[in-house]
Antibody, heavy 114, light 108 residues
Framework: QVQLVQSGAEVKKPGASVKVSCKAS????????MHWVRQAPGQGLEWMGV????????SYAQKFQGRVTMTRDTSTSTVYMELSSLRSEDTAVYYC???????WGQGTLVTVSS | SYELTQPPSVSVSPGQTARITCSGD??????AYWYQRKSGQAPVLVIY???KRPSGIPERFSGSSSGTMATLTISGAQVEDEADYYC???????????FGGGTKLTVL
């Protein structure tokens, strides 16, 4: 069965970076794009970007351009999302997801606090 | 930047029909998708490509799209359908995904 397993919760200080991982299993990793979506407290779902695991190409939401980097490791079927220059407004649960399906990771809480 | 607009809330009584709308300029050319999100649970896809229902989704869920508006319809809404519903689509280039702001459906 398809599983997306994310890394654990993180607490970061403003200005720092965070890198969240998402390990995929149960399907051909390179055959499906992986998206990153976040949800801040009391807010809706917000799309951050997408990576093509096959070639590594990416597309990012304009809001995160310059601050987000999505990468993948095909040897371990893992995708990564790194967000830099963190601020308090980045406190949210971050999800990897095969958008367009019901396959989502369990979410990773990132808390940005001084 | 491209936006999809949903009403913040919709309320119906059990057994009534709930309609949740999603408006966006690119919807005449791009598909709409709908997720159901219950508290503490992962989102569940209930409609894809405007009108298609994934296997396992009850028949009371249906989707339609006309012009710049897509609609999720729940015919005979049940208490268990209470959730946040999000539409999503892509911008006109097809490269960027956008979620609507979400609609809280209350069934009581």
């Amino acid at each position: 069965q398809v599983q997306l397993v994310q890394s654990g919760a993180e607490v970061k200080k403003p200005g720092a970076s965070v890198k969240v991982s998402c390990k995929a299993s149960g399907y051909t990793f390179s055959s499906h794009y992986m998206h990153w979506v976040r949800q801040a407290p009391g807010q809706g779902l917000e799309w951050m970007g997408v990576i093509n695991p096959s070639g590594g190409s990416t597309s990012y939401a304009q809001k995160f351009q310059g601050r987000v980097t999505m990468t993948r490791d095909t040897s371990t079927s893992t995708v990564y999302m790194e967000l830099s220059s963190l601020r308090s407004e980045d406190t949210a649960v971050y999800y990897c997801a095969r958008v367009g399906t019901s396959y989502w990771g369990q979410g990773t809480l990132v808390t940005v606090s001084s | 930047s491209y936006e999809l607009t949903q009403p913040p809330s919709v309320s119906v009584s059990p057994g009534q029909t709930a309609r949740i709308t999603c408006s966006g300029d690119a919807l005449p050319k791009k598909y709409a998708y709908w997720y159901q999100r219950k508290s503490g649970q992962a989102p569940v896809l209930v409609i894809y490509e405007d009108t298609k229902r994934p296997s396992g989704i009850p028949e009371r869920f249906s989707g339609s799209s006309s012009g710049t508006m897509a609609t999720l319809t729940i015919s005979g809404a049940q208490v268990e359908d209470e959730a946040d519903y999000y539409c999503y689509s892509t911008d006109s280039s097809g490269n960027l995904v956008v979620f609507g702001g979400g609609t809280k459906l209350t069934v009581l």
